[in-house]
């Protein structure tokens, strides 16, 4: 807010003559000062306190796998190794300080063979059986990467014959299993065994199978009107871009056109207690063309009084906003297309059979219904149903950590 008094120009020049001073300080060492603007919102939000550098923090709660064998999981599937990241990369203390130890364990992982891809239709009855033990490879996968990772300095000679070997021998049981459950109710599936060996593998590899050498190692790329430190921001890997400055695209204008770059600030991000949710709670599972119908959709934590047509300059605009209970302000949208293929997924082009966005000034942190009244659909066929959260200006809402669920769901029903 401006102020008119000269008192107040004459404090604000000797904080900006305050500023330069610490800010050219900081330059001659090297460093960045970010200067942001707090918006009056201040006292609902929580700073907790950055770690130290190089210091190995708890992670967020789920950020691990399931099995606890780690961050981060890869499995060969259809000709390349996919990563799994669990919290979005966060690691737990172990393998944080495992990475700065410097022995051969570091930056390597037990890679296997992808099981599940191989399966054929695993029958009804078998289908128990056979998760029980996919689990199991998956188990045995995550004990043979932390045995890696306290013993992978005593050679490869070691990791073979005392990793590898008994993992092999442990899958060949479980596969062994597998193929017995599916055998005894439906045909028998080929080829398991072959499955067995794993090798170890550079985790560094993001471009999926190089034949097993190792890949380069590369700079990150220095690019204009971006954070390029390869310190904290980026978690390391250097900011390419935080605006539109050096974007060769045109600016957006609030329209919905692609091809644009947003300027718009992301805005307001709530506790991940108050981070928006929603559930499609009843809905048919068949319908007739052109037969009306109904989604009943409960939402949490969404505050249903923001909505800035988009056909009328309001997309990406604003900012997200939160109330005084730190909710998220918005709308959601309910879609219904028609899918082509129940095996590809659709042209993200193609325009939705159905589609509404809701604003009724209700909502809020207790979970309430909306009915969706649906006219018919008018060709026949599978449709997708889905609702999602949107703030303001229709961004589907941000949460304060990368590995909670968005606010979306999504139901299929026969047209017939």
Known sequence: MRRSTRASRSSGNSRSKRLLAVVGTLVVFGGV?????ISSAQDRRTNKPRPAAGQCVEPSPGATAPTGGGSTSRTWQNGRWVRNHWGDGQQSVPECEDGKDGTVGTGTAIACPDVTAKLPQVPDRA?????????QLQT?????DRRLAAEGNKGEAFIRSAILQPLAGKRRAVLDRITTAIDRVGPRPQGLAQLAECQVQPTNNTGGNNGGGTTPTTTPTTTPGGNNGGTAPGAGLGVLANDCDESRLQPHDGFQNGNRCVSTEFGEVGAAANNPSLLITQFPQQVGQNQAFTLRVSTRNLVRDRFLAAGQGGYYVESSLLNAQGLVRGHFHTACRMLDSLTAPPEPQEVPAFFVATEDGRGGAQPDEVTIQIPGLAESGTAQCSVWAGDGSHRLPMMERANQTPAFDSVRITVN
């Open 33 to 37: 000062v970010a200067v942001t603007q």
């Open 127 to 135: 289908r128990a059986e056979v998760d029980r033990n996919l689990a």
């Open 140 to 144: 045995q996968i995550a004990e043979a």
